[in-house]
């Protein structure tokens, strides 16, 4: 078993061979620890027994839910993952998890368990990414296929310090914990990096393009993508940006809030830190609370009995953002609108924008 530790607030194990077990083992891999306290949550890919009598079961949002007995079953694209339903989900313990089950869906439940404890220390997770400059870091916030990973890499190139891609950990006293899981490359960025892909993914990015550009109906466009996916590649820091500095926290200077605009030039809309705080909260309900809310009302039907999950997420949602509030109260916080026309936005000129605003300038 591989074992990990989140900045000694949360350990956790994973079990198991194959694609799904590596895939956690590489975007965790700077939280491996050697030996140390049991982990409190393990995470065993394998396939699952079959019930020993037809469970109870929920269907909806292209998802199943399912009660064997004292387990709450979630079932995505034909795979499953079973979990103890009887006791709250912050003493959740094991989970049993088969290795076809979708990355994300996972990543969402294992963050779920996470945030709880997290919390209790005073720490919420942020959509965001998080590079430093000397002891302090800025922080971006922004929806998803806006942009973070393209200003994300921009900068690192010109030698920012990195904390985080995709998602961060700010705790209350306004200092950021890294969170270093990899830098990804997809359909939303990878014009802007094509040097980092093979040719087949390039050719496949450009087909897609191409489809788009055609407006052809939906249903050739999924038969399209069904032929030749979408491509996504994943990179660790090491791989792109072996010399960048990995701090393992920072204090937060700076709060961009990162969107697309009509503009010809980047402009910025000064914000408030409760403004700032509103924004991001909302990102969080899109990107995870929403499917979360669906996930703990089925457990809550399955389990009348209780304990109630659907209460444990209202609890960590407010929890976080009283902690964002604070967390945020002493940052410069800011709006940077990006012109993003139709040769996409000019990330060298996003990354001027920030370091003037950075120093002063």
């Given amino acids: 078993m591989s074992r990990f530790s989140l900045h000694d607030l949360v350990r956790f194990g994973v079990e198991g061979r194959g694609p799904l077990p ?37 269907k909806g949002d292209g998802a199943a ?41 996972l990543n969402r439940l294992l963050e779920f368990r996470f945030r709880l404890p997290m919390l209790e220390a ?19 916030p922004a929806w998803k296929a806006t942009g973070k990973t393209s200003l994300c890499l921009t900068l690192l190139a010109r030698g920012h310090g ?28 990878a014009g802007d990096f094509p040097e980092l892909l ?16 055609w407006g052809l ?8 993508g069904r032929l030749l996916p979408r491509p996504v590649r994943y990179f660790t820091l090491g791989e792109l940006f072996p010399d960048a500095p990995t701090p393992p926290c920072a204090e937060v200077s700076r ?24 924004l991001v909260r909302s990102v969080s309900d899109f990107e995870w609370n929403a499917e979360l809310v669906g996930f703990t009302a089925a457990h809550d039907v399955l389990f009348p009995e209780g304990p109630s999950w659907r209460e444990e997420l209202r ?16 940052a410069d916080c800011a709006r940077l609108r990006l012109p993003c026309g139709e040769a996409g936005v000019a990330w060298e000129a996003a990354a001027d924008a920030v370091e003037a605003r950075a120093t002063g300038g």
């Avoid at 040719?199 to 990015?205: I, K, N, V």
Wanted: net charge negative; glycine share 6%.
């Fill in 217 to 224: 109906p939906a249903v050739v466009s999924r038969i399209a």
């Fill in 255 to 278: 709060v961009v809030f990162v969107v697309c605009d009509t503009r010809t030039d980047p402009a910025w809309d000064e914000l408030d830190a409760m403004q700032m705080s509103a």
């Fill in 65 to 105: 839910y399912l009660r064997d007995g004292p387990h709450f079953i979630w079932e995505r694209s034909g795979a499953q993952v079973a979990m103890e339903g009887s006791s709250p989900l912050r003493d959740l313990a094991r989970l049993s998890v088969e290795p076809g089950f979708p990355r994300m869906d």
């Fill in 122 to 140: 005073g720490v919420a997770l942020v959509h965001a990414s998080c590079l430093s400059q000397g002891k302090s870091c800025m922080v971006f």
């Fill in 22 to 58: 590596d895939y956690l083992r590489m975007q965790y891999a700077s939280f491996e620890v050697e030996g140390g306290a049991d982990p409190e949550l393990q995470i065993r890919i394998a396939e699952l027994a079959a019930p020993t009598s037809p469970p109870l079961r929920l």
């Fill in 315 to 330: 609890s960590l949602v407010e929890g976080e953002g009283r902690v964002l509030a604070e967390a945020l109260s002493r």
């Fill in 162 to 189: 990195f904390l985080s891609d995709d998602r961060i950990w700010l705790r209350r006293d306004g200092h950021a914990l890294a969170y270093p899981r990899y830098l990804v490359i997809n359909a939303s960025n």
């Fill in 198 to 213: 093979d040719s087949r993914a390039r050719f496949a990015h450009g087909a897609h393009r191409a489809l788009e550009t």
